[in-house]
């Protein structure tokens, strides 16, 4: 036993011979455990984020002014425009607008025409037209071409009026088969294409 005793403390003499043998070369080492944790600096704690915070309005126009001092050039607005074709014209509806509209230029044309006929009128050309046509084709039987009395307001308003009725039938007629010829030839070309863009 005595014997085990001294191996032992043979062993302790040689643990700290080379203790002191480190200590003398590179100085007095601190060894510490891997297992125990780490002390962390003092400070609040701030969780990760998955998501960044969104930019404030000052930190939008701070980029804006950014990008226009980089780029040299103001943005302007960019104008919406849409391109669309017209691929069917329904006759039906076509003929519809043409007879209201062909209706409503015939009213304006014999309203021109009395409006037209009360200012020659009141001019006196009739008169004066009249007079030099009677005196030329006049004889000594008889008086001549009457002019003033063949241009006479009523006979002027049913002349004009007849010519609108004839608009309207025409032009209505003429609208109807316009949309069917469009259709037959949008069946080849696609039709017309419009390109229709956004007010400002």
Same mark, same amino acid.
């Given at each position: 036993?005595?014997?085990?005793?001294?191996?032992?403390?043979?062993?302790?003499?040689?643990?700290? %011979?080379?203790?002191?043998?480190?200590?003398?070369?590179?100085?007095?080492?601190?060894?510490?455990?891997?297992?125990?944790?780490?002390?962390?600096?003092?400070?609040?704690?701030?969780?990760?984020?998955?998501?960044?915070?969104?930019? $404030?309005?000052?930190?939008?126009?701070?980029?804006?002014?950014?990008?226009?001092?980089? &780029?040299?050039?103001?943005?302007?607005?960019? &104008?919406?425009? %849409?391109?669309?074709?017209?691929?069917?014209?329904?006759?039906?509806?076509?003929?519809?607008?043409?007879? +209201?509209?062909?209706?409503?230029?015939? #009213?304006?044309?014999?309203?021109?025409?009395? =409006?037209?006929?009360?200012?020659?009128?009141?001019?006196?050309?009739?008169?004066?037209?009249?007079? &030099? #046509?009677?005196?030329?084709? $006049?004889?000594?039987?008889?008086?001549?071409?009457?002019?003033?009395?063949?241009?006479? +307001?009523?006979?002027?308003? #049913?002349?004009?009026? =007849?010519?609108?009725?004839?608009? =309207?039938?025409?032009? &209505?007629? +003429?609208?109807?088969?316009?949309?069917? #010829?469009?259709? +037959?030839?949008?069946?080849?070309?696609?039709?017309?294409?419009?390109?229709?863009?956004?007010?400002?």
């Amino acid at each position: 036993m005595s014997g085990a005793t001294g191996a032992g403390s043979a062993t302790s003499g040689a643990n700290g %011979a080379r203790g002191a043998a480190t200590d003398s070369k590179g100085g007095a080492t601190a060894v510490s455990d891997p297992r125990e944790p780490q002390p962390q600096a003092a400070g609040p704690y701030h969780p990760p984020q998955a998501y960044q915070a969104p930019a $404030g309005p000052g930190t939008q126009r701070g980029e804006q002014q950014q990008r226009v001092a980089r &780029t040299g050039a103001r943005t302007t607005p960019r &104008t919406r425009k %849409a391109r669309l074709r017209v691929a069917k014209a329904d006759p039906w509806s076509v003929m519809k607008v043409s007879f +209201l509209l062909s209706i409503a230029l015939g #009213i304006c044309t014999v309203i021109a025409a009395a =409006v037209l006929w009360m200012v020659m009128d009141a001019m006196g050309v009739f008169s004066t037209v009249g007079g &030099t #046509i009677s005196e030329a084709t $006049g004889s000594n039987e008889g008086n001549g071409f009457d002019l003033q009395s063949f241009l006479s +307001l009523p006979r002027v308003l #049913i002349f004009t009026s =007849v010519i609108a009725v004839i608009d =309207v039938v025409l032009a &209505t007629a +003429l609208a109807t088969l316009g949309a069917f #010829i469009y259709n +037959l030839s949008a069946g080849f070309v696609g039709g017309v294409e419009l390109t229709l863009a956004e007010d400002e």
